[in-house]
């Protein structure tokens, strides 16, 4: 008996959290993309992404190792290869090198969950 229990309640407690996460995460994606906008900024700074890229609205972020990314949130490709859409960005955040191997971006080892926030944040840089 327990498991359809268990996975009502599961839905129950993520559409909360997606409804917690207010409007702004909500306008970044689609509404199955449950990612924290807000949240992804700061992870944005703590992750020191500005090291090597130029990104709009963060203080500090003038890297230019990589790509600026003004305007990610509109581009057709990631890193010129992999179709943009929050989950591909999710995963690509989450490991670059998986994601197509030998470019120059490291994985870091940021979380599922760290790497969606950031996604649901790069997709408001319109
Ligand atoms: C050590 C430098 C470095 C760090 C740190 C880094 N990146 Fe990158 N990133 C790159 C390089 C280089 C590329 C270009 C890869 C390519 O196009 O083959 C790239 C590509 C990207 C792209 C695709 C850009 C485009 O124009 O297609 C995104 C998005 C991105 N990085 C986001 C991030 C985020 C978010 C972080 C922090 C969690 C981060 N990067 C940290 C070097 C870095």
Request: proline share 6%; aromatic share 4%; net charge neutral.
């Amino acid at each position: 008996m327990g498991d359809h229990l268990a996975a009502r309640l599961l839905i129950t407690s993520l559409m909360g959290m997606a409804m917690i996460g207010g409007g702004d995460a909500k306008a970044a994606g689609p509404d199955n993309f449950n990612g924290d906008a807000r949240r992804g900024a700061d992870l944005v700074k703590n992750y020191h992404c500005g090291g090597c890229h130029d990104i709009p609205g963060v203080a500090g972020a003038d890297g230019n190792v990589g790509p600026p990314l003004h305007r990610i949130g509109t581009r057709t490709y990631i890193a010129g290869y992999i179709q943009n859409s929050p989950d591909n960005m999710a995963a690509w955040i989450e490991d670059p090198q998986r994601a197509l191997p030998g470019n120059a971006m490291p994985s870091m080892g940021i979380s599922q969950k760290d790497a969606r926030d950031i996604a649901a944040f790069l997709a408001t840089l319109k």
